[in-house]
């Protein structure tokens, strides 16, 4: 396709500094920055044959690494892929207001639990009625915490 190569996430967090991180959110962002870099050591595979010497740096191995997951996350797309029924699918987005951001990240391991459950009831309930759908449905869902500019938006798209 040619053209100007996209940045990657280890090109952007090299000249970011985020403030207010946990240390697990510290880790990984220290850990990308440095993925596949000499700060992490290197190994060399030579050639048995003709002796050439090929040098590979380290990788990050953290499991939030785009790089160091991408195989791994190609896999488990494909499985889940695979398991698709051939119904229509819904992308829905709960979010929370920005404005209760700080409260949020204080209490995480609690309000993302009520996210998720406040979410899940919701879209069951909305379900069940016959006006909607008349249905019992399925749900797949993750929880996000970042948002696209890369600060703090906590948000559940199911």
């Not at 053209?3 to 990308?32: C, N, T, W, Y």
């Not at 992490?40 to 002796?51: D, I, N, P, Y």
Request: aromatic share 8%; proline share 6%.
């Amino acid at each position: 396709m040619g053209g100007i190569p996209l940045p990657e996430l280890q090109d952007i967090f090299k000249h970011v500094r985020l403030k207010r991180l946990s240390p697990a959110q510290a880790k990984a962002f220290h850990m990308i920055r440095l993925c596949r870099t000499s700060a992490l050591g290197s190994h060399a595979q030579v050639c048995t044959e003709c002796g050439v010497k090929e040098v590979s740096f380290n990788s990050c191995r953290n499991r939030n690494c785009p790089k160091c997951q991408h195989s791994v996350q190609q896999e488990w797309v494909e499985a889940q892929m695979s398991k698709l029924l051939p119904v229509g699918y819904f992308h829905v987005v709960f979010t929370i207001p920005q404005e209760l951001n700080t409260l949020v990240f204080h209490n995480q391991e609690l309000l993302y639990a009520l996210l998720i459950r406040s979410a899940g009831h919701t879209l069951m309930e909305l379900a069940r009625d016959p006006e909607h759908l008349g249905a019992t449905i399925g749900v797949t869902s993750v929880l996000h915490t970042w948002g696209q500019n890369l600060c703090f938006h906590p948000h559940y798209p199911d």
